[in-house]
């Protein structure tokens, strides 16, 4: 294989069409996305240009916070400000994006997601927040973890791995940021994340004012739904440290 390209194969030719209609997609509509050239597209792979560079740590949570509200604002603006998030988004060619509330909640009330480790009654809580979430605007959720992230030596920030697009609430992948990088290298500060917060709303209201207003409360409350959807990794992927343990707020100090 050239050294400067890389494969992504799937599992499936299913899988393998989701991702590419993902990519398509977010190169038409969310133009702030630096994404990796599409070389070719195989039955069950997809080749890229190689990206040389760094995953996130928690230095880059205000500037990919920032990134994000650029992102999210502009897809809204561009596509999503009819959508709903209790219903799929139709876009060209018979594809969808799915809703947020519908693979969420199925997870959440499949019978093996109950362990040891996690409480019905965090189960529960995690439901509710996701009803709440209804009708706020409609961004999307692309998976925003530290391994999806590349920041290349100038400092641009490429966003890589097409599997997972759905309809989120604006905060939802910011708050999955900010959960898998504390689980990945720990506490990260209260007044960082309050700082990439003000970052993430304030780039989202530059597309449109009533985008910016995602409370410090509501990103908790998101991190609370991821918490309960990415327990059961830890131990994988670099997860190295339970989100209770690290949630800002419970250990003083933190990763700056």
Known sequence: M????????????????????????LAAHVQPLCLPRLLATGRRHLIFGHVHGRYATPVDLEALAAHLGDAHGT???????????????????????????TPRLAALNSSDRVTTSMRAQEITRAIELIHAAIDRPAAIYKDTNPRNVLITPTGRIMTIDFADLTL??????????????????????????????????????????????????????????HHVLTARYLGRGGYQYQWPAVRPGTVSGGTP
């Not at 050239?2 to 899988?15: D, I, L, P």
């Not at 990260?188 to 970052?199: D, F, P, W």
């Open 75 to 101: 897809a809204w603006v561009n596509v999503l400000h009819t959508a709903r998030l209790d219903y799929p988004h139709r876009a060209t060619g018979g594809h969808t994006i799915a809703d947020f509330a």
């Open 2 to 25: 050239n050294e400067g390209a890389f494969t992504k194969r799937y599992a499936s030719a299913q899988q393998c069409a989701a991702a590419r209609f993902h990519y398509d997609w």
């Open 168 to 225: 989120a609430p604006f905060g939802y992948d910011l708050a999955k940021l900010v959960v898998t990088l504390s689980m990945t290298h720990g506490s990260i500060a209260e007044k960082t994340v309050e700082r990439a917060l003000a970052a993430y709303n304030a780039a989202a209201a530059r597309h449109a004012s009533a985008l910016g207003d995602t409370s410090y409360a509501q990103l908790l409350g998101y991190a609370q739904i």
